[in-house]
T-cell receptor, first 115, second 114 residues
Protein backbone atom coordinates (compact mmCIF):
# COMPACT_ATOMS: atom_id res chain seq x y z
CA UNK A 1 0.00 0.00 0.00
CA UNK A 2 0.96 3.57 -0.46
CA UNK A 3 1.86 5.87 2.38
CA UNK A 4 2.42 9.55 2.92
CA UNK A 5 4.53 11.21 5.57
CA UNK A 6 4.12 14.85 6.44
CA UNK A 7 7.02 16.08 8.52
CA UNK A 8 5.96 18.56 11.15
CA UNK A 9 2.42 18.43 12.46
CA UNK A 10 2.63 22.15 13.30
CA UNK A 11 4.44 24.84 11.35
CA UNK A 12 4.56 28.52 12.27
CA UNK A 13 5.74 31.27 9.96
CA UNK A 14 5.67 35.03 10.06
CA UNK A 15 3.43 36.91 7.69
CA UNK A 16 5.38 37.52 4.49
CA UNK A 17 7.81 34.65 5.11
CA UNK A 18 8.30 31.55 3.00
CA UNK A 19 5.93 28.67 3.64
CA UNK A 20 7.38 25.17 3.27
CA UNK A 21 5.28 22.13 4.12
CA UNK A 22 6.93 18.78 3.63
CA UNK A 23 5.46 15.64 2.11
CA UNK A 24 7.20 12.37 1.32
CA UNK A 25 5.50 9.38 -0.22
CA UNK A 26 6.24 5.75 -0.75
CA UNK A 27 5.37 4.22 -4.06
CA UNK A 28 6.97 1.75 -6.39
CA UNK A 29 5.28 3.30 -9.40
CA UNK A 30 4.78 6.92 -10.40
CA UNK A 31 2.01 8.14 -8.17
CA UNK A 32 -0.58 10.84 -8.43
CA UNK A 33 -0.06 13.42 -5.69
CA UNK A 34 -2.37 16.01 -4.22
CA UNK A 35 -2.32 18.82 -1.67
CA UNK A 36 -5.54 19.76 0.07
CA UNK A 37 -6.28 22.61 2.48
CA UNK A 38 -8.87 22.53 5.25
CA UNK A 39 -10.05 25.73 6.88
CA UNK A 40 -11.73 25.49 10.29
CA UNK A 41 -15.09 23.76 10.22
CA UNK A 42 -14.91 23.18 6.48
CA UNK A 43 -14.25 20.31 4.12
CA UNK A 44 -11.03 19.71 2.25
CA UNK A 45 -10.33 21.82 -0.81
CA UNK A 46 -7.86 20.93 -3.54
CA UNK A 47 -4.82 23.21 -3.73
CA UNK A 48 -2.95 21.44 -6.52
CA UNK A 49 -2.18 18.05 -8.01
CA UNK A 50 0.61 16.24 -9.82
CA UNK A 51 -0.39 13.79 -12.52
CA UNK A 52 2.91 13.08 -14.31
CA UNK A 53 3.01 16.21 -16.44
CA UNK A 54 5.20 19.13 -15.31
CA UNK A 55 7.16 18.43 -12.12
CA UNK A 56 6.54 21.96 -10.83
CA UNK A 57 2.85 22.34 -10.20
CA UNK A 58 1.13 25.65 -9.53
CA UNK A 59 -2.04 25.76 -7.52
CA UNK A 60 -4.50 28.20 -6.09
CA UNK A 61 -3.70 31.03 -3.68
CA UNK A 62 -0.07 31.28 -4.80
CA UNK A 63 0.93 27.80 -3.68
CA UNK A 64 3.13 25.49 -5.72
CA UNK A 65 4.73 22.09 -5.25
CA UNK A 66 7.59 20.29 -6.90
CA UNK A 67 7.61 16.56 -7.59
CA UNK A 68 11.07 15.09 -6.98
CA UNK A 69 11.16 11.44 -7.86
CA UNK A 70 14.70 10.90 -6.57
CA UNK A 71 13.66 12.19 -3.15
CA UNK A 72 10.10 10.78 -3.27
CA UNK A 73 8.93 14.20 -2.17
CA UNK A 74 6.18 16.64 -3.06
CA UNK A 75 6.78 19.63 -0.81
CA UNK A 76 4.35 22.55 -0.82
CA UNK A 77 5.67 26.10 -0.90
CA UNK A 78 4.45 29.66 -1.01
CA UNK A 79 6.89 32.58 -1.27
CA UNK A 80 5.03 34.91 1.08
CA UNK A 81 2.62 33.79 3.78
CA UNK A 82 -0.63 35.59 4.32
CA UNK A 83 -2.80 35.51 7.43
CA UNK A 84 -5.52 33.79 5.41
CA UNK A 85 -3.19 30.82 4.79
CA UNK A 86 -3.63 29.63 8.37
CA UNK A 87 -5.25 26.22 7.98
CA UNK A 88 -4.62 22.47 8.01
CA UNK A 89 -2.83 21.07 4.97
CA UNK A 90 -3.00 17.48 3.82
CA UNK A 91 -0.84 15.68 1.30
CA UNK A 92 -2.38 12.67 -0.45
CA UNK A 93 -1.20 10.01 -2.88
CA UNK A 94 -3.29 7.93 -5.24
CA UNK A 95 -2.10 4.68 -6.66
CA UNK A 96 -3.85 3.74 -9.86
CA UNK A 97 -3.21 0.09 -9.16
CA UNK A 98 -5.54 0.18 -6.18
CA UNK A 99 -9.07 -0.90 -6.82
CA UNK A 100 -11.12 2.24 -6.72
CA UNK A 101 -8.14 4.61 -6.89
CA UNK A 102 -8.03 5.03 -3.16
CA UNK A 103 -6.35 8.12 -1.73
CA UNK A 104 -3.86 7.82 1.12
CA UNK A 105 -3.70 10.96 3.24
CA UNK A 106 -0.91 12.19 5.45
CA UNK A 107 -1.59 13.16 9.03
CA UNK A 108 -1.78 16.83 8.17
CA UNK A 109 0.23 19.95 8.98
CA UNK A 110 -1.34 22.82 10.84
CA UNK A 111 0.00 26.13 9.56
CA UNK A 112 0.00 29.16 11.85
CA UNK A 113 0.81 32.58 10.43
CA UNK A 114 2.16 35.09 12.91
CA UNK A 115 1.40 38.74 12.23
CA UNK B 1 -18.71 25.06 -3.11
CA UNK B 2 -17.49 21.63 -4.21
CA UNK B 3 -20.87 20.43 -5.44
CA UNK B 4 -20.94 17.64 -2.84
CA UNK B 5 -23.69 17.99 -0.26
CA UNK B 6 -23.97 16.33 3.11
CA UNK B 7 -26.84 16.25 5.56
CA UNK B 8 -27.27 16.88 8.36
CA UNK B 9 -24.57 19.40 9.16
CA UNK B 10 -24.67 18.64 12.87
CA UNK B 11 -25.98 15.62 14.73
CA UNK B 12 -26.15 15.12 18.48
CA UNK B 13 -27.20 11.77 19.84
CA UNK B 14 -26.71 9.40 22.75
CA UNK B 15 -24.60 6.31 23.18
CA UNK B 16 -26.17 3.17 21.84
CA UNK B 17 -28.19 4.98 19.22
CA UNK B 18 -28.11 4.65 15.43
CA UNK B 19 -27.76 7.47 12.92
CA UNK B 20 -27.68 7.84 9.15
CA UNK B 21 -25.53 10.36 7.33
CA UNK B 22 -26.36 11.29 3.78
CA UNK B 23 -24.16 12.36 0.91
CA UNK B 24 -25.04 13.57 -2.58
CA UNK B 25 -22.05 13.50 -4.94
CA UNK B 26 -21.34 15.99 -7.69
CA UNK B 27 -23.49 15.53 -10.73
CA UNK B 28 -22.08 12.70 -12.81
CA UNK B 29 -19.53 11.48 -10.24
CA UNK B 30 -19.74 7.72 -9.83
CA UNK B 31 -17.43 7.23 -6.85
CA UNK B 32 -18.24 8.16 -3.28
CA UNK B 33 -15.72 7.93 -0.44
CA UNK B 34 -16.43 8.23 3.28
CA UNK B 35 -13.91 9.52 5.81
CA UNK B 36 -13.86 10.02 9.56
CA UNK B 37 -11.83 12.88 11.02
CA UNK B 38 -11.12 13.07 14.72
CA UNK B 39 -8.50 14.87 16.76
CA UNK B 40 -6.72 11.70 17.84
CA UNK B 41 -7.02 9.64 14.64
CA UNK B 42 -6.72 12.27 11.94
CA UNK B 43 -8.39 11.66 8.58
CA UNK B 44 -9.33 8.00 8.23
CA UNK B 45 -10.68 6.41 5.07
CA UNK B 46 -13.75 4.31 5.81
CA UNK B 47 -15.24 2.95 2.60
CA UNK B 48 -15.70 3.63 -1.10
CA UNK B 49 -18.54 2.91 -3.49
CA UNK B 50 -18.45 3.03 -7.26
CA UNK B 51 -21.68 3.12 -9.21
CA UNK B 52 -23.58 1.31 -6.49
CA UNK B 53 -20.99 -1.30 -5.61
CA UNK B 54 -18.54 -1.42 -2.73
CA UNK B 55 -15.06 -0.90 -4.15
CA UNK B 56 -12.68 -0.49 -1.23
CA UNK B 57 -12.76 -0.73 2.55
CA UNK B 58 -10.57 1.09 5.01
CA UNK B 59 -10.75 1.35 8.77
CA UNK B 60 -14.48 0.91 9.00
CA UNK B 61 -15.92 -0.66 12.14
CA UNK B 62 -18.39 -3.53 11.90
CA UNK B 63 -20.97 -1.26 13.57
CA UNK B 64 -20.75 1.02 10.54
CA UNK B 65 -22.16 0.30 7.11
CA UNK B 66 -22.79 2.22 3.93
CA UNK B 67 -24.54 1.92 0.63
CA UNK B 68 -24.85 3.80 -2.62
CA UNK B 69 -28.24 4.04 -4.26
CA UNK B 70 -29.17 3.98 -7.98
CA UNK B 71 -29.33 7.79 -8.03
CA UNK B 72 -25.71 7.67 -6.73
CA UNK B 73 -26.34 9.28 -3.38
CA UNK B 74 -24.82 7.44 -0.47
CA UNK B 75 -25.67 6.85 3.15
CA UNK B 76 -23.38 5.96 6.04
CA UNK B 77 -25.08 4.14 8.88
CA UNK B 78 -23.53 4.21 12.32
CA UNK B 79 -25.04 1.98 15.00
CA UNK B 80 -24.47 1.19 18.69
CA UNK B 81 -22.78 4.54 18.94
CA UNK B 82 -19.98 5.10 21.41
CA UNK B 83 -18.44 8.29 22.76
CA UNK B 84 -15.39 7.64 20.59
CA UNK B 85 -17.48 7.85 17.43
CA UNK B 86 -17.80 11.59 17.90
CA UNK B 87 -16.06 13.06 14.88
CA UNK B 88 -16.43 14.87 11.60
CA UNK B 89 -17.61 12.59 8.82
CA UNK B 90 -16.81 13.61 5.27
CA UNK B 91 -17.86 12.21 2.00
CA UNK B 92 -16.03 12.91 -1.22
CA UNK B 93 -16.90 12.17 -4.80
CA UNK B 94 -14.78 11.52 -7.86
CA UNK B 95 -15.57 11.07 -11.52
CA UNK B 96 -15.34 7.58 -12.93
CA UNK B 97 -12.10 6.77 -14.69
CA UNK B 98 -9.32 9.38 -14.95
CA UNK B 99 -6.71 8.14 -12.52
CA UNK B 100 -5.44 11.64 -11.83
CA UNK B 101 -8.81 13.04 -10.93
CA UNK B 102 -9.10 14.59 -7.51
CA UNK B 103 -11.71 13.86 -4.88
CA UNK B 104 -14.18 16.63 -4.14
CA UNK B 105 -15.12 16.88 -0.47
CA UNK B 106 -18.40 17.81 1.08
CA UNK B 107 -18.66 20.16 4.08
CA UNK B 108 -18.96 17.28 6.52
CA UNK B 109 -21.35 16.14 9.23
CA UNK B 110 -20.27 16.76 12.79
CA UNK B 111 -21.45 13.91 15.00
CA UNK B 112 -21.50 14.34 18.76
CA UNK B 113 -22.27 11.30 20.88
CA UNK B 114 -23.19 12.11 24.48
Amino acid sequence: AQSVTQLGSHVSVSEGALVLLRCNYSSSVPPYLFWYVQYPNQGLQLLLKYTSAATLVKGINGFEAEFKKSETSFHLTKPSAHMSDAAEYFCAVSDARDTGNQFYFGTGTSLTVIP
Amino acid sequence: DSGVTQTPKHLITATGQRVTLRCSPRSGDLSVYWYQQSLDQGLQFLIQYYNGEERAKGNILERFSAQQFPDLHSELNLSSLELGDSALYFCASKPGGGRGNEQFFGPGTRLTVL
